[in-house]
């Protein structure tokens, strides 16, 4: 699956997200909402790689972890699109611009 196509699944999802939220609440989610939303989810991955690592007690912990996993991932896709990012390009750009870094660290 390529990157175009993770996109669009995300954005799709969102776009009935939005319209469930118009029948809920009359609005769709702000970016702060969303980004709220986000930042629980980070912590249920918290704890979920606490499990994954032997330290907490879930049960199924590798299949909530992957469900966890890509619930942060479609965040992160719907908060850049919303936000005007080009998340494809600025992840391509910012992985090269590391990979130089620490490749000059190492040969230091």
């Known amino acids: 699956m ?7 699944s995300a ?6 997200y939005e319209q469930l939220e118009i029948k809920r609440w009359g609005r769709v989610w702000t ?10 989810d980070v912590g249920d ?11 907490r ?4 912990c590798k299949a909530k972890l992957g469900h966890e996993l890509s619930d942060c991932l479609w965040s992160i896709i719907v908060l850049a699109n919303k936000c005007g990012i080009d998340l494809e390009a600025e992840f391509a750009k910012n992985t090269r611009e590391l990979v130089d870094y620490v490749s000059s660290e190492l040969r230091a």
Request: net charge negative.
């Open 31 to 40: 970016t702060t909402e969303l980004a709220l939303g986000f930042v629980g």
């Open 45 to 55: 991955l918290a704890k979920l790689i606490q499990a994954n690592a032997g330290v």
């Open 11 to 16: 954005l799709q999802l969102n776009e009935l």
């Open 57 to 60: 007690d879930i049960d199924d």
């Open 2 to 8: 390529q990157f175009s196509d993770l996109e669009k």
